[in-house]
């Protein structure tokens, strides 16, 4: 389970003594921590590792997002800083696919849907999450089922 890498990487990073990987693996499970409690309110989650990889990949999107706002401020020494935290979140991500796997995942979708046209984004958008979601930025394949369906 992810949850055990991360918690045996924060282990190895203080016998190591490295303090940025340990921080950022602190705020890793902090950020885990606070999706239990949210999911707690609701049902059980059906997949740990799918509850874990939703809340890295909201990590990254974040850190992601203020780096371009620290560069567009001209605060580079900020932006490296997120770069290493994304570096250290993105250790525990499965293996994302390539374009071309995304591509080909779309026409699969777009074929047993049987989608046409723009109209049909959204069921392709939900099938898509529901089939393939931990291994896909789905900002990025939103651009590429767009493509797809005009």
Known sequence: MIRDDIKQAQIAAMKAGDKESRAAISLIQAAIKNRDIEAR???????????????????????????EMYRKGDRE??????????????????QQM???????????IKADLGAAGMKDMGRVMAELKARHASVLDMSKASGLVKAALS
């Open 41 to 67: 309110t609701g049902g059980a989650p059906a997949d740990d590792d799918a509850l874990v990889v939703e809340v890295l990949q909201k990590m990254v999107k974040q850190r992601r997002e203020s780096i």
């Open 77 to 94: 020494e900020l932006a490296a800083a997120e770069e290493r935290e994304v570096a250290v979140i993105e250790r525990f991500l499965p």
């Open 98 to 108: 390539s374009a071309a796997e995304t591509s080909a995942a779309i026409e699969a």
